[in-house]
């Protein structure tokens, strides 16, 4: 399978877990759902979040494999974000969408390990010393 169109899988596996994932930590309304769904599932959210995932040594060699066929597979240019962030956000996307075809228990140990060990707060950290930075050079 094309590695675009796995990425494209796991972009939906990876949506589907974090919506599935703020309902059940108890938002209720549709509108709080999207506003929170959209800090996890964003490219920059994906960025950070595979770039700890590497740092902490919690991908295989051939999750790391699939994550640069992914990250290189990918010429499209994103509006929204630097192209660097966008091939990386493609390659995390390929890896969730590999496991969710290969090995669905690896892909939940992934999806589990995200949440279950505060790489969000990670990724929060990140954006709000972003708008700190951003306020100081102004």
Do not use: P
């Not at 938002?27 to 999207?34: C, G, H, S, T």
């Not at 091939?87 to 590999?98: L, P």
């Not at 279950?116 to 990724?123: A, D, I």
């Amino acid at each position: 399978m094309n590695n675009l169109v796995i990425a494209y899988l796991g972009d939906a596996v990876y949506e589907l877990y974090i919506r599935n994932y703020l309902i059940n930590k108890g938002i209720a309304k549709v509108k709080e759902l999207q506003q929170e769904s959209i800090k996890y599932v964003s490219a920059n959210a994906q960025r950070r979040i595979v770039e700890k995932l590497i740092d902490l040594n919690i991908l295989t060699e051939e999750e790391l494999d699939v994550f640069n066929r992914g990250r290189n597979a990918s010429s499209h240019r994103s509006k929204s974000t630097d192209i660097i962030t966008y091939k990386k956000a493609t390659g995390f996307e390929c890896v969730i969408g590999y496991l969710y075809n290969n090995d669905k228990e690896r892909c939940n140990y992934i999806l589990d390990y995200i949440v279950g060990n505060n790489l969000w707060e990670y990724v929060e950290r990140m954006f709000s010393m972003k708008q700190i930075l951003r306020q100081l050079e102004e």
